[in-house]
């Protein structure tokens, strides 16, 4: 189709979907291959040119003065003949016309709108670059034409199918789906899909591809049924299809032959709006579709103009295309001999367009044919702004311009880079660096309404965002889903891990398919598919669950437990009861038995005994820096003042028996009262020298103890210097000993002084806790080794007090006629 004006821009369409090409011999004439398969949709869009075009040189406004005229060339679903058609725009010439005078043919053109598919538009675009041609592409997709080394004069109003790869993985994301399958064309744009997906999928970590299959050209049957199986075995329930009408026709009758149900078809671009596939045949499988569409658009005054269309027209450069609609749409010849048999329907020319029920005229969902719309017009615009250039401030060498008269392709280009307008219906036009334009997507589904009609309804959109991310915007409430549920379906490999687990990846499998092993102890992931557990900090361990971290347990011999209760009020009954005894011996401080072995010495045995009870309060309680420093000093100081008394009175009865004997009595001087307290003094401080140094040196200091127990934190006392802590227990031991020895060997004097059989008994029983305590202290984790040097400490106190104390108040209570001095030196305290 031709329509001569002072600039021609040319179109290519597919009017025709197939072709066949004659069979040529090295004799023969050539022949020119034959276009089959009228494509109305095809030739709507060719007319939506032819349109654009009438309706720019009405409008006074847009390139005042000049007559846009285009030629429109049909690619009859070939590449050889699109690319030929292609070559015939910028050479000018058609195939051979009838010679004139001037031997003229077809006009040059400035810029060319088209091709429709993405092969074609490579092709064309690779060899009509080294001419500076503009080609401004309606449909073509492919991200590879985004290649401005290869491709520097390629623009589209179409979004690449970069765009529309990650519009569909926001779609995936958005319904949680990660395990998908993805079917393509075997072409140009199936393929760069192809790579294109799988490398954008890997790059969001949104999902994986169960399998990605070529759906054959030629429609091999036996590799569609083998696709359509593996479609039906996989246990992804999603099908992503980046494939052309005609391929998705016959996936679509296996997918029928098979009974393939209960997967959830996305749609590219390329079929989202096919008719051909919206029939009762399909739509059982594919009533749910969600598709990404081209941009929907408006087109005031294209419907008067396809009404206009006419084969009656004088314009006999449209007149064979016009009449090819004509006949196919209403299925008559206008020439009697094609009919086979003379018998088919005439047409006429006079045939009412408006009372055929025809897609040609229902314009309620323009996509393709807007963007047509709106590539026409940019070159208009970009053709505006050239011939606008003032001269002398032009962006050519010498600050020259383009006129009318000398344009050429290559100057459009720079133009064609910078051109920016609105449409009619309110969309921004204009072309990024790689010539693409600005994205935006319809998200389309599709519905099977009762009564058997069908619905292609708009659910939401997808479109760049100021931060050029993708931004998808859903209507959920309008989807259909095509199950039984009416939910959307869940497709994922294997189950998200909860927190508490972690990915487990199986070998040689996609990463979306995974065990899930819980965290370790001590370990967490407190989100969804952690790859990794991370461990908690110090003072914290892992909850059952193991989704956080939580406090550690504290452990130490507490107040509040049964334990320490037991051993607090057992440590405040031996401290009362030692309260009791000195008020019973002060109260008979007098009696014989009291005045008896230096009363003062039993006094500060006394006191001694009551600070060993209390000082077993220290280790109960959580350690903190003073307690763990006090407890062993007091500890030590406090049973060396009880030891050191016990020694000293042990001493005294021996020093009395030798006095008993002849020439004794020179041996008492040495164990007079000041002796004793002297002895009981120095012996002591040698101990409280002894904590000193220690606690200068390497002072005991609280601790937070882990390893006896990974989920608790054991509260204890380091003892800071184990040389310091063996030479207190030691020289405790030592006096202990001592006294033991001295007692033993006073046991058998004569009953008179048998107070010594008291100490000796005492001493058997402290040494006897003392030792059995030591494998039970190392033996004992945490708490309980305090607990059991409480229990030694009362254990021990106990066994003094009452051994050496017990006879005594029995006597002073019970027994007060044995209080008497003439009782004690007759008879003698028994035990």
């Not at 009449?323 to 086979?340: G, I, L, N, Y």
Request: a neutral charge; charged letters at 15%; hydrophobic letters at 40%.
């Amino acid at each position: 189709m031709h329509k001569p004006g002072d600039v021609v821009l040319g179109g290519l369409f597919e009017v025709h979907y197939t072709s066949v090409f004659p069979e040529q011999t090295f004799t023969s004439e050539p022949q020119q291959p034959i276009c089959k398969g009228f494509d109305t949709l095809g030739f709507r869009h060719a007319m939506t040119m032819a349109f654009a075009i009438e309706e720019i040189n009405n409008n006074s406004d847009l390139l005042p003065n000049m007559t846009l005229g285009y030629s429109l060339y049909d690619n009859c679903g070939a590449l050889v003949i699109g690319f030929s058609g292609a070559l015939s725009l910028v050479s000018g010439r058609d195939k051979q016309f009838p010679l004139q005078e001037n031997c003229s043919g077809t006009p040059p053109v400035l810029g060319i709108v088209g091709d429709h598919y993405s092969t074609f538009s490579i092709a064309i675009a690779n060899v009509l670059g080294l001419y500076k041609m503009s080609i401004v592409s309606y449909f073509a997709t492919c991200s590879c034409l985004s290649d401005r080394q290869r491709f520097p004069t390629f623009f589209r109003t179409i979004p690449s199918d970069a765009f529309q790869v990650r519009a569909m993985i926001q779609i995936l994301k958005h319904f949680g789906w990660t395990w998908v399958g993805l079917l393509v064309s075997d072409d140009d744009y199936g393929l760069h899909v192809a790579q294109s997906f799988q490398s954008d999928l890997v790059m969001s970590g949104r999902g994986c591809l169960a399998y990605v299959e070529v759906i054959p050209w030629d429609s091999d049957p036996g590799e569609l049924r083998r696709i359509v199986h593996l479609i039906k075995t996989s246990t992804a329930r999603v099908v992503i299809v980046f494939a052309h009408e005609i391929h998705m026709i016959q996936l679509m009758e296996e997918v029928v032959s098979q009974n393939v149900t209960g997967r959830q078809w996305i749609a590219s671009e390329a079929w989202t709006s096919a008719s051909v596939l919206q029939t009762a045949h399909f739509m059982p499988y594919l009533s749910g579709t969600l598709g990404i569409a081209i941009r929907r658009g408006e087109i005031p005054g294209l419907r008067d103009f396809l009404l206009h269309l006419s084969p009656d027209q004088n314009d006999n450069s449209r007149y064979n295309m016009v009449r090819q609609f004509w006949e196919h749409t209403f299925k008559c010849k206008f020439d009697p001999a094609d009919w086979m048999d003379n018998e088919g329907a005439i047409c006429t020319g006079e045939e009412d367009i408006k009372g055929v029920e025809t897609e040609f005229l229902d314009l309620s969902n323009l996509r393709p044919e807007y963007n047509v719309y709106k590539a026409v017009y940019a070159l208009a615009y970009a053709l505006n702004d050239m011939l606008q250039c003032e001269p002398g401030r032009g962006p050519f060498r010498g600050h020259s311009c383009a006129t009318l008269q000398n344009m050429e392709p290559w100057q459009l280009v720079h133009y064609l880079q910078k051109v920016n307008f609105s449409t009619p219906f309110g969309d921004q036009v204009s072309f990024d660096e790689n010539g693409d334009a600005l994205p935006i997507y319809d998200v389309m589904n599709w519905l099977w309404l009762p009564g058997g009609r069908i619905q292609v309804q708009n659910v939401g959109e997808v479109r760049r965002s100021a931060s050029r991310s993708e931004e998808l915007i859903l209507n959920e409430d309008e989807i259909f889903w095509n199950f039984k549920s009416k939910e959307p379906p869940r497709s994922v490999c294997s189950e998200s891990c909860p927190p508490g687990t972690r990915i487990a990846r199986k070998k040689g499998q996609p990463e979306c398919c995974f065990n899930c092993i819980p965290c370790s102890e001590g370990k967490i992931s407190n989100r969804e598919n952690s790859l990794e557990c991370i461990s908690c900090p110090e003072d914290f361990w892992s909850s059952p669950q193991r989704d956080r971290c939580v406090p550690k347990k504290t452990e130490f011999l507490s107040y509040q437990e049964p334990l320490g209760i037991c051993l607090t009020t057992t440590s405040l009954l031996g401290t009362c009861i030692c309260a009791v005894v000195l008020g019973i011996f002060t109260y008979h401080r007098r009696t014989p038995i009291v005045r008896a072995n230096n009363s003062e010495l039993s006094f500060l045995l006394l006191v001694s005994l009551k600070l060993c009870f209390l000082c077993s309060l220290l280790f109960i309680g959580q350690p903190k820096l003073w307690t763990c420093q006090l407890r062993h000093a007091a500890f030590g100081i406090s049973f060396v003042l009880c030891v050191s008394c016990i020694l000293v009175k042990t001493m005294v009865v021996l020093a009395v028996f030798k006095a008993s004997k002849p020439g004794g009595g020179a041996s008492l001087k040495w164990f007079g009262a000041m002796q004793q307290r002297g002895t009981v003094f120095v012996l002591t401080c040698i101990q409280a020298a002894i904590c000193t140094a220690w606690l200068v040196s390497a002072s005991p200091a609280p601790h937070k103890n882990t390893q006896y127990h990974n989920d608790k934190i054991v509260y204890e006392c380091l003892v800071g210097s184990t040389i310091g802590f063996a030479m207190l227990m030691g020289y405790i031991g030592f006096l202990a000993i001592l006294s033991f020895l001295l007692a033993f060997l006073a046991r058998n004097l004569p009953n008179n002084f048998n107070e010594a059989k008291l100490i000796t008994f005492s001493m058997l029983i402290f040494c006897a806790v003392w030792v059995a305590f030591v494998p039970a202290y190392i033996n004992s984790p945490g708490k309980y080794a305090d607990a059991v040097e409480v229990f030694a400490i009362l254990a021990s106190s106990f066994g003094l007090l009452l051994a050496l104390f017990g006879p005594k108040c029995y006597i002073i209570l019970l027994r007060p006629e044995r209080n008497t001095k003439k009782a004690i030196m007759t008879r003698g305290i028994k035990s």
